[in-house]
Each structure stands twice: as C-alpha cells, then as structure tokens.
Antibody, heavy 119, light 107 residues
Framework: QVQLQESGPGLVKPSQTLSLTCSVS??????????WSWIRQPAGKTLEWIGR???????NYNPSLKSRVTMSADTSKNQFSLTLTSVTAADTAIYYC???????????WGQGSLVSVSS | SYEVTQPVSVSVALGQTATITCGAN??????VHWYQQKPGQAPVLVIY???KRPSGTPERFSGSNSGSTATLTISRVQAGDEATYFC??????????FGGGTKLTVL
C-alpha cells in the first residue's frame, strides 16, 4: 500500500513562498501509471485541486493558481514538491498530497499538512 | 468558473438509503469521483469514474451519472457512514473542481 507524507513549514508570512514536500513509500513515483497531486482545503471548506506532476516532471496546474504554482519530482528521493508564491491569508489551508490515478481519481492521500499564512 | 453543486446536508435513518447529488454543466460527459471525509481525516476515494468501487469500498456504495447530475447512493446506511461526501469532476481544463460537500447525518 502506497503511503504519502507531507512535510514543510506550518507558518509562512504574507507575500512569501510556501514550499511543501511529499515523501512517498511503498511505491515509486517513477511509475508511469500515476501522477502525483497537491490538493488543499481551508478550514470548514471544500477541496481545491492545485495541480499534479508525473515522475518525469510533466505538470498540469489548476488554471486559477497556475501563475503562482510550481511542482517538481525528485525520483532519487521518491518525493515531489509544491511551491506557491506570493501567498496571502487566503492560502491558509490543509495541504494534501495524493496519488493521481489517471481517470480513476485520487486513490491514496497523505494525512495533510496545515499551513497558515500570517505575519 | 465551472460550478459543482451539492446539497449542504442529507439526513437518513439508520438502515435506509441515502442519496447525494452532484450537479454541473455537462457533467454526464465527464468522469465523476466521490470521496468520503470524516472529521480530522484525509478524504478517502469511495467511487471513481462515475460508478466504480475501489477495493475496500462496500457494495452498499454505488454511483451513477446522467442527465446533468451525478449521484452517490448508500444503501443500508450504517452509523459509520456518517461523514462529509465530496464529488469531483475530472476535467483538467476547469481545474478538476470539487463540489461543496454534503454532510451525511445518520439518524
């Protein structure tokens, strides 16, 4: 069973850059069968798909966040990462990493990492 | 933006059938996935591609998608099914949006 674990700072100042890493165990991110996604959820609200990256570095981003998002994959560490620039309080949320099973949805999720944007 | 609509809440008596809807423009032509989220936990995929069950999802869970509405049906509802359910429209051009979530209460 694939397991995912998010890591990164829990507090980011406004206008700065949010950076998170997702470590994957029990499977290789190089597998051509999957992409690897980031999804966020503000407290008490719905989920928002941020984007995804393949093991070869191919990316797709949510058009609403595209200008501020970068994702990358490090196959040597079996990790993938998210950077979100110019953050504001509206970016405060639990950030989840998840396996993206092509047309079959997000079938494995990390436990989530709370990131707060505050000075 | 592409809007995905779910009822805020649904209540059902123990052992009865719960129906949760998900509406969006031309949804019948897109793949829809359903997730269950319990408080303090990450979402769990319960239905993918409209009506497919991942291993581990009980047969009591079923899905359909036609006529501008996708539907999650839970038969013989149990107390453990109480959770918030989110649909997701699998369309990258619109940002793969999720519905607002439906809180299922078991009476």
């Amino acid at each position: 069973q694939v397991q995912l674990q998010e890591s990164g700072p829990g507090l980011v100042k406004p206008s700065q850059t949010l950076s998170l890493t997702c470590s994957v165990s029990g499977g290789s991110i190089s597998s051509g069968d999957y992409y690897w996604s980031w999804i966020r959820q503000p407290a008490g609200k719905t989920l928002e798909w941020i984007g995804r990256v393949s093991g070869t570095g191919i990316t797709n981003y949510n058009p609403s966040l595209k200008s501020r998002v970068t994702m990358s994959a490090d196959t040597s560490k079996n990790q993938f990462s998210l950077t979100l620039t110019s953050v504001t309080a509206a970016d405060t949320a639990i950030y989840y990493c998840a396996r993206d099973s092509a047309v079959a949805g997000h079938d494995n999720w990390g436990q989530g990492s709370l990131v707060s944007v505050s000075s | 933006s592409y809007e995905v609509t779910q009822p805020v809440s649904v209540s059902v008596a123990l052992g009865q059938t719960a129906t949760i809807t998900c509406g969006a423009n031309s949804i019948e032509s897109k793949n829809v996935h359903w997730y269950q989220q319990k408080p303090g936990q990450a979402p769990v995929l319960v239905i993918y591609r409209d009506n497919k069950r991942p291993s581990g999802t009980p047969e009591r869970f079923s899905g359909s998608n036609s006529g501008s509405t996708a539907t999650l049906t839970i038969s013989r509802v149990q107390a453990g099914d109480e959770a918030t359910y989110f649909c997701q429209v699998w369309d990258a051009s619109t940002g793969r949006p999720f519905g607002g979530g439906t809180k299922l209460t078991v009476l």
